[in-house]
């Protein structure tokens, strides 16, 4: 396989909201492809008419293009192997079943619901295969007048894929190696149902990645006990040549380590488990999204890329641009990684501060006009620049930042109770008068004055900067006294000062 024939894909089925595990595995395709100069398709599997969930396709359209992973063929951008959406194919599905049902590699089976159980209960553990099959009702046990009168007399079937018991199917795969299982464990699966005249996944998903030119199958860890049947699905059909290798990803687990990350988790540890917000239209839950919950797309995708790889080097952050060069398929961990998502909280944070002053502010003003409060863009510059460095979300902001905006209405109990001492109301009147006769209200104009008058007075610098702090604050808060100071101004210190004083007394 040369490297310009690289062809991945992501090929989610339409029955609810993209889990975050199922990012990830979009974005390892995606840059799987970009860093082979391949392409990378979108396809939607909906054959299962019984699981689609309306608006799940576009909720999953939009995820990406929020998150900046874009593919380069598929749904909803078209190419040269479409249609992309599996619903639009059924015609092309047939002719395959067909194929493996004349050249005997698959029959037709009659058994009903009923009759299954029945079998399933007569006995223990049953599986439809080389040793039970010829105790059902099919074409095998049938005969060819008896299965096409059948048929003729419109009783329902499927077609199931003949395994042959006694072989070794190996599986290559780039993270796991070679994986081999005996056929006798595997069922024949149904391919096809002509209940619904619709191929089951593991039909189409074969026949739709041979035809689509896939070369690499990157997906979860959940889709490998699949993978030897298509292993036999793609020799069946005599496209060995073209089998696309696999890689199958490690689990997303719980942060605890044991188990799969659910939904659950999410909600009982207050994390979202999907990009953005998604509102189920049969039962009206809604569940919360990153996007939603304040994450920058760059954060989210940075923190899943390193969900199950590492570049072995100690660096952490990176752009897109640089997990194109440096992500490797082959060092993929075989082990599930744990969801840890404090160190997604963290990856926000570290865009906080790769991000200009600018950008926050632009996030962060609509929240302060919100709050009634009208400042000029630089006053919110400003606050941000002095505040962000503390802050994961920029909707965290406003309640570390308000008292720049908004003059406190009351003081902290506690905050008073140690801060205000009996002699405070004194400080803060002398100091008012300091400040008010400082013609440069900057840090470096008040600073020297107000330590000079401290020292001189042989006051104790906790005591001033604490009371300071508290009436221009209201409670113990904030980043440096004179940048507080800096930003209200002359007039508005005095007034918080002359306030406090009053109030506190
Ligand atoms: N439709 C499957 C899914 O929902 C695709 C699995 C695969 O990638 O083969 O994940």
């Known amino acids: ?29 995606y840059l799987f492809a970009r860093q ?24 999953i359209a939009e995820s990406f293009k929020w998150l900046g992973i874009k593919f380069d063929e598929g749904v909803g951008i078209g190419g040269e192997y479409g249609p992309y959406r599996q619903s639009e194919r059924r015609h092309i599905y047939k002719e395959y079943v067909d194929q493996l049902l004349s050249e005997g590699k698959a029959y037709i089976a009659f058994d009903t619901p009923q009759e299954l159980e029945a079998k399933r209960n007569e006995i223990e553990n049953f599986q439809y295969d080389a040793h039970t099959r010829m105790q059902m009702r099919n074409s095998l046990t049938m005969s060819k007048q008896e299965t096409d009168a059948l048929i003729e007399d419109g009783q329902q079937y499927v077609v199931r894929f003949k395994i042959e018991p006694g072989l070794d199917v190996h599986v290559n795969d780039i993270i796991r190696g070679d994986v081999c299982v ?36 990157i997906r979860g860890e959940e889709w490998l006990p699949s993978a030897p049947l298509h ?18 990803l490690p689990l997303l687990l719980k942060p605890e380590g044991k188990g799969k990350l659910s939904k659950r988790d999410g909600d009982r540890l207050g994390f979202p488990v999907f990009p953005l917000e998604w509102h189920d239209p049969k039962t009206e839950e809604v ?31 990176f752009s897109l641009e640089e997990l194109v060069k440096a992500f490797d398929i082959a060092k993929c961990s075989k082990s599930g990684a744990k969801f840890d998502y404090q160190k997604g909280m963290w990856f926000n944070h570290e865009y906080i501060l790769r991000k ?25 510059n400003t606050v941000v620049h002095l505040m962000k460095d503390r802050v994961s979300f920029v909707k965290e902001l406003w309640d570390l930042c308000s008292f720049f905006f908004i003059a406190p209405t009351k003081y902290d109990e506690k905050t008073v109770k140690k801060r205000w001492k009996e002699y405070s109301a004194q400080q803060m009147t002398e100091l008012s008068q300091i400040l008010a006769d400082i013609t440069d209200f900057s840090v ?21 900067m604490n009371a300071f702090r508290l009436a221009l604050v209201g409670e113990g808060k904030g980043p440096g006294m004179f940048d507080i100071s ?14 406090a004083i009053e109030t506190l007394g």
Request: proline share 6%.
């Open 1 to 29: 396989m040369t490297e310009n024939n690289v062809r991945v894909r992501f090929a989610p089925s339409p029955t609810g909201p993209l889990h975050i595990g199922g990012v990830r595995t979009a974005l390892y395709n």
């Open 36 to 59: 082979n100069g391949g392409k990378f398709v979108f396809r939607i599997e909906d054959t299962d008419s019984n699981r689609f969930v309306p608006g799940a396709e576009e909720y």
């Open 182 to 217: 005996k056929s006798n464990i595997l069922d024949d699966k149904v391919l096809y149902k002509s209940a619904d005249e619709l191929p089951t996944y593991h039909l189409a998903n074969i026949v739709d990645d041979h035809l689509m030119k896939i070369s690499h199958v």
């Open 231 to 248: 292993v036999l699905l793609y020799k069946a059909f005599g496209w060995e040549e073209s089998m696309p290798q696999f890689a199958h």
């Open 287 to 317: 569940s919360s999204g990153y996007r939603e919950s304040g994450y920058f797309p760059e954060a989210v995708v940075n923190f899943l890329a390193l969900l199950g790889w590492n570049p072995g080097t100690e660096q952490e952050l």
């Open 356 to 380: 200009t002053d600018d950008e926050i502010a632009h996030l962060f003003a609509p929240i302060v006009a919100n709050n009634g409060v009208d400042v000029p863009m630089e006053r919110v």
């Open 444 to 464: 470096e104009g008040q600073e020297p004055i107000v330590m000079k008058w401290v020292e001189s007075k042989e006051y104790k610098l906790g005591d001033i």
């Open 486 to 499: 800096a930003f209200l101004g002359k007039e508005e210190t005095l007034r918080r000062l002359h306030k």
